[in-house]
C-alpha cells in the first residue's frame, strides 16, 4: 500500500499510478478524509518498495501480509482514519448498517404465480429483498436446473423477479451460474449472487464485478476463511466494492450420521467483520437443510452480528421442485424477524454500552 503525504497533489498521485502502470501494474486509489492510498493491483515483484518511496508526493509504503489487501479493514483505516464497515445500498435497503436486511423467497422461480404469491407474502412478512433462483446449480444432473436451462425459460423468469420486485418495491438477487449469464443477469437484478460452487470462478468473479452491480459472494462448502477473502479480492481488484460476504455453511468433519446438510460456520461472522470491512450475511436456509433449524440459527446469526439473512420462503413446501425440506413459511419468516430485531437491538445496545 502506497500511503501519499497528505498534501501530495493530483499531479504526483497519477504519477505514482503511472509509474505502476509502466510496470506493469493497475492501482486502487483511495481518498479520504486524511490522506491518499495507493493499493496495488497484480505480481508486487514487478517493482519494489524502495523505488515506490522515491516518488515524489509518497510519504511511505506499507506491506499488508494478508493476500486479501483491497477488502482488509487496515486498508480502509489508512486513508479515513476510520475502522466503520462498508455499507452497500441497493435502491432504499442498506446493507451494513445498524439494522439486519431480510432476503427471502422461493430457491428456484417455477412460475409467474409462484413468485408473485411468494413475493406479496415475504414483504408482508418483512422481507427487505426478494431473492429466486433462475439457474439452479445442482449435484445431480436429473434433477431441476431451474427455469434458466433454457434461454428463454431465464430471461422470462428474469422478468418476472423484476416484475414482482417492482410490484413490492423490493430490490431482488439472484445467483448468476456462468459468464454467458452475466449480462442478462446484470439488466434485470440490482445484486448479482455468485454461488459457493462457483466461489473459486476467477473469470467469473471478475466479469460480474464488471457488471456494476454489488455481488453477494457466498463461501465455498471447503474454503477456509482466507481462500473467502482471497476471491472476494477479486472482485474488489476488478474495481468493484461493493461486495456482501454470505456464511453458507462447510462441509462436517468426521464419517458419522450427518443431521444437517452443512456446519453453519458463525464464527466466521465476527472474524470477518474483523478482517474486513464489508458486510456479512447468513444463510441458514442452505446450511441446514431443515427448516425446523431456520428459526434458531437465524437468531443465531444475528446475535453473532451478521448484517442480514438470506432464507428460502414459499407457501408450500411441498409443491416445491428445489430444496423444499429446507423452506419455511411467510408466517415463520415474520417471527424471525420479529425475533431478529430484538435481538440485534440487544446485540448493539450491550456493544455501546461497552465503548
Excluded at 54 to 81: A, C, H
Amino acid at each position: 500500500m502506497i500511503i501519499m503525504n497528505k498534501a501530495a497533489t493530483t499531479e504526483e498521485i497519477s504519477g505514482v499510478v503511472n509509474d505502476l502502470k509502466n510496470h506493469g501494474l493497475a492501482a486502487d486509489v483511495s481518498t479520504g478524509e486524511i490522506r491518499t492510498v495507493i493499493g496495488i493491483i497484480g505480481d508486487e515483484s514487478l517493482i519494489s518498495a524502495t523505488h515506490l518511496e522515491t516518488l515524489p508526493g509518497v510519504k511511505e509504503v506499507r506491506l499488508i501480509e494478508t493476500p486479501y489487501k483491497l477488502i482488509n479493514r487496515e486498508y480502509s483505516t489508512l486513508f479515513d482514519g476510520k475502522t466503520e464497515s462498508r455499507a452497500v445500498k441497493v435502491g432504499g435497503v442498506t446493507i451494513g448498517n445498524c439494522e439486519p436486511v431480510f432476503m427471502a423467497g422461493p430457491c428456484a422461480i417455477e412460475s409467474k404465480g409462484q413468485l408473485m404469491r411468494i413475493a406479496e407474502e415475504v414483504k408482508g412478512a418483512g422481507a427487505d429483498i426478494l431473492r429466486g433462483g433462475v439457474f439452479k446449480p445442482r449435484t445431480s444432473v436429473h434433477s431441476f436446473q431451474g427455469l434458466g436451462s433454457s434461454e428463454e425459460g431465464a430471461e422470462q423468469a428474469l422478468k418476472w423477479l423484476r416484475e414482482a420486485g417492482d410490484k413490492f418495491d423490493m430490490p431482488v438477487i439472484t445467483e448468476v451460474r456462468g459468464e454467458s449469464h452475466v449480462e442478462i443477469v446484470a439488466k434485470y437484478a440490482d445484486i448479482l449472487q455468485i454461488g459457493s460452487r462457483n466461489m473459486y470462478n476467477q473469470d467469473l468473479l471478475t466479469k460480474v464485478a464488471r457488471a456494476g452491480k454489488p455481488v453477494l459472494l457466498k463461501r465455498h462448502f471447503g474454503a477456509s476463511i482466507e481462500e473467502f477473502l482471497s476471491f472476494a479480492e477479486y472482485i474488489a481488484a476488478s474495481g468493484n466494492k461493493d461486495i456482501i460476504l454470505c456464511e453458507r455453511g462447510v462441509l462436517p468433519v468426521g464419517r458419522g450420521k450427518s443431521y444437517t446438510r452443512y456446519v453453519l460456520d458463525l464464527q466466521a461472522v465476527p472474524v470477518l467483520q474483523k478482517e474486513t470491512y464489508l458486510p456479512t450475511v447468513v444463510d441458514p436456509s442452505h446450511a441446514a437443510g431443515r427448516r425446523d433449524l431456520i428459526v434458531p440459527m437465524s437468531i443465531a446469526a444475528i446475535g453473532a452480528g451478521a448484517s442480514g439473512l438470506e432464507i428460502e420462503v414459499h407457501y408450500n413446501a411441498k409443491e416445491a421442485r428445489c430444496d423444499g425440506q429446507q423452506m419455511i413459511t411467510a408466517g415463520e419468516l415474520r417471527f424471525i424477524i420479529e425475533c431478529c430485531k430484538k435481538v440485534n437491538k440487544t446485540v448493539r445496545d450491550f456493544r455501546e454500552e461497552k465503548t
